[in-house]
């Protein structure tokens, strides 16, 4: 697997303006340059685009969080999105590709790469489908990490951050792009997914946490949760229907989708078939917030998410976030819902 060292660890990043007067002259103008279409302006040297391999990746630990890359076609999650760009502008990516911000790629610290993903800014409803080529962000709380021309497009360049839904959409071309934004009609069984040789030494050190048992006499149901069932009201993000892909889509077409439920933030400090265990989450988190367990219903079976909030913004949600980690629960996330 690619790592960077740790002082590259990607952040939002937007440069201050008194930073940008500061460069020289020739540097300027060759910022000033950089265009925010797939193609380059003249005199601007393009980048080479593919050229990398189909890899998923073993487990790996950033900042004391572990990640664990598989296959996953059904992918769909919410989120909070940031963007990079030219720190990182010319360098390699996870899968050996060359990262060129004004291109729509992505990072994500467990999607295959590279794939194709619908990303929707579920704040204004612009949705575009990017290229995943990459691993990150790396910092805790982010869904996705989207190029600085994505971030442009799907319109939080300057606000740095979006809440987001991330979908799954099929597996993108070696060759670089996104094709007619559907996926090319292979899977990651063939060929081989190729993992270089000095990751596969990662897997056999990532720890199995197991869920301690908690006894169903010995604690009561949660208020409420004797109507949570199958027949309740399932949740904003339970409801969302897929967004269907144009066909022979054109490579920079921003789609204008329909944005449900009031798009509240909630640290996640876990989801639990048993009921009884997310309780005893639910009061281990007691004092950090205000903590509830929802209901919802995958493929036919309830879950139980433990969440704190809503939270009011971005900030809030980093600070509780943390609040949860430092409580024991490391796979905590922040959703939109």
Known sequence: MF????????????LPRGAVFAIIFPVFFALAACGTTETARPGQTPLKQGGGIYKVGNPY??????YYPAENDKYDSTG??????????????ANGEIFDENQLTAAHPTLPMPVLARVTNLENGKSIIVRVNDRGPFAAGREIDMSKHAAELLGFRQKGTAKVRVQYV???????????????AETFVAPPVET??????????APVTRVATVSTSALAAPVG???AS??????????MKPIPDKAAQAAETVDRVPVSGPGNIYVQAGSFQNLQNAE???????????????TTMVDGTPYYRVRVGPLSDVPAADSSLQNVISHGHKGARIVVD
């Open 3 to 14: 790592f960077r060292p740790a002082w590259t660890v990607r952040r939002s990043t937007i």
């Open 280 to 294: 005893s989450v639910r009061q281990q988190l007691t004092g950090v917030g205000p903590v509830e367990i929802q």
């Open 225 to 227: 949760a004797s109507a």
């Open 170 to 184: 099929g597996r993108a071309p070696l060759e670089g792009g996104i094709g007619d934004g559907r996926g090319v």
């Open 80 to 93: 909070i999105a940031s963007w990079y760009g030219p720190r990182f502008h010319g360098k390699p990516t």
């Open 196 to 205: 270089p040789p000095e990751e596969r030494q990662v897997a056999g050190t």
């Open 230 to 239: 199958a027949s309740s009201t399932p949740s904003p993000e339970a409801t």
């Open 61 to 66: 630990q950033i900042n004391g969080i572990w």
